[in-house]
């Protein structure tokens, strides 16, 4: 049997490493998981009465692009908070937006651009941008996302020969893992890039929704301001973190009407829809806000807690948006053994999210705390991580 070897040079997948590095006895009698960023906040408490009225919708075949309603909703919120008035053709209900990540690479990305087509993504990243970049056959270029250029990917640095080859450029923001935004001055910036080298703008927005006081900017918003290509950007979005609905496996994407009609078009071949119920569900966290408002409390009160503890760390930063702290240490493998043996407190090694590049790995020297955990939960396991590591 010969198999293809296009997947060959993966890395082992982030969480079967992880658990193999930690497969050592700790000392404590209580542990702590601050390593996946599954939020654990209460989801709304309409979502099972919802399910319940909806019941026989599982007895038939889902809508492949989204019911009505939930377009509907979907373009509410696009409305209230973009201001982008955005028509259901342009509109793609998505099962998780890990798929349609993937799945908008292999509708959009050329065959060829001034030779092997490049894929950016950031370094670090979230994995299945590499994976696309494989499955099209492109060329995977990390750009290094490092303190010096703000957490996020300087796009400009890269020479002009690798632009002009570039057919996709994903980015994250508010960005994972570090929690850097990019601001308008940047989408701005990004998008007259990719309109003088022609490519895409693929914008994970999935931590929109959690920030400290002012709303990150939305690339499809700068872009439509600016006036630019409408197929130039397509925006991900998702109610896991949003709505405390990771198992909901409900999101969307949206973008010019071109690039939209390619991308349904492969989901009417290939894609998975999302049951009629849980289409019913998402449609009514969309459009209520009561809920977002108040888990982005809970998180503005953990971001406040991790200062306290935290802000005498040498460089730590506190993160402008999102649930995870980034955090600066001699090397990320060795105190995540290190944590778990002694406190039974696991986090995540930044190089498991990172690629070597030149011979350094960006997250190489950092951890990955997720601060999803009960409020109490969350600083005991903080305080744990401060008094183990940083004295």
């Given at each position: 049997m010969v198999f293809?070897?296009?997947?060959?040079?993966?890395?082992?997948?982030?969480?079967?490493?992880?658990?193999?590095?930690?497969?050592?006895?700790?000392?404590?009698?209580?542990?702590?998981?601050?390593?996946?960023?599954?939020?654990?906040?209460?989801?709304?408490?309409?979502?099972?009465?919802?399910?319940?009225?909806?019941?026989?919708?599982?007895?038939?075949?889902?809508?492949?692009?989204?019911?009505?309603?939930?377009?509907?909703?979907?373009?509410?919120?696009?409305?209230?908070?973009?201001?982008?008035?955005?028509?259901?053709?342009?509109?793609?209900?998505?099962?998780?937006?890990?798929?349609?990540?993937?799945?908008?690479a292999m509708a959009l990305c050329r065959e060829e651009k001034n030779g092997k087509p490049v894929i950016l993504t950031p370094n670090p990243f979230y994995q299945v941008y590499a994976v696309a970049a494989l499955s099209v056959g492109a060329e995977?270029?990390?750009?290094?996302?490092?303190?010096?250029?703000?957490?996020?990917?300087?796009?400009?640095?890269?020479?002009?020969?690798?632009?002009?080859?570039?057919?996709?450029?994903?980015?994250?923001?508010?960005?994972?893992?570090?929690?850097?935004?990019?601001?308008?001055?940047?989408?701005?910036?990004?998008?007259?890039?990719?309109?003088?080298?022609?490519?895409?703008?693929?914008?994970?927005?999935?931590?929109?929704?959690?920030?400290?006081?002012?709303?990150?900017?939305?690339?499809?918003?700068?872009?439509?301001?600016?006036?630019?290509?409408?197929?130039?950007v397509v925006i991900f979005h998702s109610l896991s973190k949003r709505s405390n609905l990771p198992g909901l496996r409900s999101g969307f994407c949206a973008g010019g009407p071109k690039s939209m009609e390619r991308i349904r078009l492969l989901r009417a071949f290939a894609g998975a829809p999302l049951p009629e119920p849980l289409q019913a569900v998402a449609a009514a966290a969309w459009n209520d806000e009561a809920h977002v408002i108040e888990n982005r409390a809970l998180y503005h009160r953990k971001y406040e807690i991790a200062d306290d503890i935290l802000s005498h760390v040498d460089g730590y930063q506190s993160p402008q948006a999102g649930f995870f702290l980034w955090l600066p240490t001699d090397d990320g493998e060795t105190s995540a053994v290190k944590l778990w043996q002694e406190t039974g407190v696991r986090v995540l090694p930044g190089a498991y999210l990172s690629r070597d590049t030149n011979g350094e790995n960006p997250g190489k020297k950092y951890i990955r705390v997720a601060m999803v955990a009960p409020t109490q939960e969350m600083q005991r396991g903080l305080t744990l991580i401060r008094d183990c590591l940083y004295r």
């Amino acid at each position: 049997m010969v198999f293809p070897e296009r997947f060959s040079d993966l890395p082992a997948a982030t969480w079967p490493r992880l658990r193999a590095l930690l497969d050592v006895p700790t000392q404590a009698s209580e542990t702590i998981n601050m390593t996946i960023g599954e939020p654990r906040h209460a989801f709304p408490a309409f979502v099972g009465d919802i399910i319940a009225d909806n019941l026989a919708g599982f007895g038939k075949y889902p809508d492949n692009y989204g019911t009505p309603a939930l377009l509907d909703s979907i373009s509410g919120f696009l409305k209230r908070r973009y201001d982008l008035d955005i028509p259901h053709q342009q509109i793609l209900t998505l099962n998780g937006t890990r798929e349609g990540l993937y799945n908008a690479a292999m509708a959009l990305c050329r065959e060829e651009k001034n030779g092997k087509p490049v894929i950016l993504t950031p370094n670090p990243f979230y994995q299945v941008y590499a994976v696309a970049a494989l499955s099209v056959g492109a060329e995977a270029v990390y750009v290094p996302a490092v303190k010096e250029t703000g957490h996020l990917p300087d796009f400009h640095a890269l020479p002009t020969d690798i632009l002009d080859r570039t057919a996709i450029a994903y980015i994250c923001s508010p960005a994972n893992p570090q929690g850097a935004v990019a601001d308008e001055a940047y989408w701005r910036n990004l998008i007259t890039l990719a309109e003088k080298h022609d490519f895409i703008i693929f914008a994970d927005e999935c931590y929109s929704e959690i920030y400290r006081d002012t709303p990150p900017p939305g690339a499809l918003q700068i872009a439509t301001q600016m006036g630019a290509d409408p197929e130039r950007v397509v925006i991900f979005h998702s109610l896991s973190k949003r709505s405390n609905l990771p198992g909901l496996r409900s999101g969307f994407c949206a973008g010019g009407p071109k690039s939209m009609e390619r991308i349904r078009l492969l989901r009417a071949f290939a894609g998975a829809p999302l049951p009629e119920p849980l289409q019913a569900v998402a449609a009514a966290a969309w459009n209520d806000e009561a809920h977002v408002i108040e888990n982005r409390a809970l998180y503005h009160r953990k971001y406040e807690i991790a200062d306290d503890i935290l802000s005498h760390v040498d460089g730590y930063q506190s993160p402008q948006a999102g649930f995870f702290l980034w955090l600066p240490t001699d090397d990320g493998e060795t105190s995540a053994v290190k944590l778990w043996q002694e406190t039974g407190v696991r986090v995540l090694p930044g190089a498991y999210l990172s690629r070597d590049t030149n011979g350094e790995n960006p997250g190489k020297k950092y951890i990955r705390v997720a601060m999803v955990a009960p409020t109490q939960e969350m600083q005991r396991g903080l305080t744990l991580i401060r008094d183990c590591l940083y004295r």
